[in-house]
């Protein structure tokens, strides 16, 4: 069992193209295990073949939300190319090192112009429930990615969970307490990453930031993450991020909770070993 496990990183992108050696020692040195996770058909094979040649890191396989609606794309993932449930489901089955389908979700933060907003939300929420019926059939969990959409992602999963077999972790958590309290009911996971190693704003409310989410949480439920290369802590901010940096926001959990910083490593290391089913 690792000291920690990075659960939500895209370690087979580009920016690690130069180094990925370099950053794969960093994290045996760390003693630190990841989670690299598809976002889109090509990347989604990048992510398992790297996986499949690497100790240590996982990968997850799905079609991400915004790639539907959104022809805007990060220059670190280039072109999503197009969304098939049959080509994601082919993927999903290529490997014993696929732990998880995701991210998958709903994002509704922008769509593109012109398309009509009401085609937008029933476009991703299509491929959502297509998402949900594949890790169903596989038996593995979800990755959820929301962004702007919270009532609308819970309403489905809810709805989803009457069926059974549904069962994951909700990434970036941000929402409020009481979006956290439904997911938790759901049996979800929650993940955080270092945004909550960044000081809180004079325009956020202090008693309904997300660090009261994590104080409060059921820590057997709790993963960490870095969403490298993006988002790095506070330590690092506007870096490239990479999976060492989780323990950063392990240290920030340790500290809201006021708990030993290995007891967090262990029982978040454990969480991710369970929910992922990964093999020591
Ligand atoms: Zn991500």
Not at 63 to 71: C, D, I, K, R, V
Not at 110 to 135: M, N, T, W, Y
Request: negative net charge; hydrophobic residues 40%; contains cysteine.
């Amino acid at each position: 069992m690792p000291l920690l496990i990075d659960s939500h990183c895209h370690l087979h992108l580009p920016p690690y193209r130069e180094d990925r050696d370099a950053v794969l020692d960093r994290m045996r040195r760390d003693d630190v295990w990841a989670v690299t996770v598809g976002t889109s058909v090509r990347l989604s094979e990048e992510a398992v073949a790297f996986a499949d040649k690497t100790e240590g890191v996982w990968a997850t396989v799905a079609y991400h939300p915004e790639h539907l609606t959104s022809s805007y794309h990060d220059e670190d993932e280039g072109e999503a190319g197009e969304y098939s449930i049959d080509e994601i489901a082919r993927v999903a089955r290529s490997s014993g090192k696929i732990v998880a389908i995701g991210e998958t979700g709903l994002d509704f933060f922008r769509f593109d112009e012109g398309l009509d907003p009401d085609v937008a939300k029933d476009r991703q929420i299509h491929a959502f429930r297509d998402h949900i019926s594949l890790a169903r059939e596989l038996d593995l969990p979800l990755v959820i990615h929301c962004r702007d959409a919270m009532t609308e992602v819970i309403d489905i999963l809810r709805e989803e969970s009457k069926m059974g077999g549904v069962r994951g972790v909700m990434h970036f958590f941000t929402g409020t307490w009481d979006e956290a309290q439904a997911l938790l009911d759901l049996g979800f996971h929650l993940g955080f990453t270092g945004a909550i190693t960044f000081p809180i704003k004079k325009t956020q409310d202090s008693a309904t930031h997300i660090h009261r989410v994590v104080e409060r949480m059921p820590l057997d439920r709790l993963l960490i993450e870095t969403d490298a290369p993006w988002l790095a802590p506070q330590a690092h901010r506007g870096d490239r991020n990479e999976p060492t940096y989780v323990r950063f926001v392990a240290e920030k959990v340790a500290e809201l909770r006021g708990m030993a910083f290995d007891e967090v490593a262990r029982q978040t290391t454990d969480n991710a070993i369970r929910l992922f089913g990964l093999t020591t």
